[in-house]
């Protein structure tokens, strides 16, 4: 027997002790999807001729090695996948659309621009998600756009977002698989808006516009996500938590909570319970906000531990569709991937090892003292030897070895790169 299932068979018992089945826990990891992040590999610049971000989002650094077209990205999310256990998707933006070299509009995009993307996830077995760009175009410049006042670009932007739905549908009916499509618009204002309502009025206009349209099956899951604010739009955010989580509700479609999009003590974790009792399904964008809604890599930390306590505990994975987002120019975007997707599966395995049962128990007995000492004792419970046997069952590397394997790939492969 190899070390790794050594120590595993000693592991599971110590957890059998605790009413935890580690077996069990590994099968339902394994079943929870985690959408990747397009935009990590090549910092959110896309191929339809930006040259920079806008939006009020941000990535920094200089780390050489972007990936600069749909080869490079597709092989180097590749290379990622390899090193990250559990069921994988990948989270496409409009921008990056195929076009051959031609210059097709936003809203003139078609499923055809996303072949080669779709090619591709069949090849890896993987599904695929979608999401409208409304930023990184001469249109966004001024920072608005479906709440635009001009009403001819508003119509722009609303043929992207039904383009885009179609485009989702497209995907949905090849891979024959859900595809959750993300709507994040970055409309506000940097100082104080004299009037409030209007661009949330015409900001519900054209998403009515854009979801008019009646898709013909559910396997496109619409989803919009709110903001608290960006840079260039620190006063006012149409889009905010209670415009969006009001509109979801009504129109009940899906509502996306991005973890950076909050004020820093707020607990997304906590929200969970509370609004899906509301919306039929959630998008978690996992991130990571550093004094602002800085895009960090996806670290384990204990807000994220606390969102997929939440997913494990209430057993509502099948409504929650995980996804990450943040953006690092500053290291090897590869490793960025792999750093994140890796820490989002331990938290959900930590959450899955969670002797959850005998914390109840004390909780109806009213020994609240007992409960917080398991929550506590949970923390030293041999979880790095279940890791490593999930992730060799996987066949990924079980430990740091997966550093090697990028500078190697960094070395060969992303050095070249101008
Ligand atoms: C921006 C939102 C949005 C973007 C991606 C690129 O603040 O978080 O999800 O990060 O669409
Ligand atoms: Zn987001």
Known sequence: MSRIEQEYKSARETYADLGV???QAIKTLSSIPLSIHCWQGDDVIGFDGATSLSGGILATGSYPGRARNAE????DAAFAFAHIPGQKRFNLHAMYAETGGTKVERSALQPRHFDAWVA????QKIGLDFNPTFFSHPLAASGWTLAHPDENIRKYWIEHGKASRRIA?????????VVVNNLWVPDGSKDMPADRLGPRLRLKESLDAIYAEKLPNDRVLDAVESKLFGIGSESYVPGSHEFYFGYASQKAIGLCYDMGHFHPNESVADKISATLLYVPYLIIHLSRGLHWDSDHIVIWNDAITDVCREIIRMRVWDRIHLALDYFD???NRISAWIIGARSAQRALLYALLEPVEAMRTEEERGDFGSRLALIEESRSLPFAAVWRHYC?????PAGPEWIDNVKEYEKKVLAGRA
């Open 392 to 396: 060799e069952m996987q066949n990924v």
């Open 72 to 75: 490079e990205l597709r092989a």
């Open 329 to 331: 120019s500053s290291v």
């Open 120 to 123: 591709w996830a069949k090849e």
């Open 21 to 23: 089945d580690t077996d």
């Open 169 to 177: 549908q497209a995907i949905a009916d090849s891979l024959k698989d």
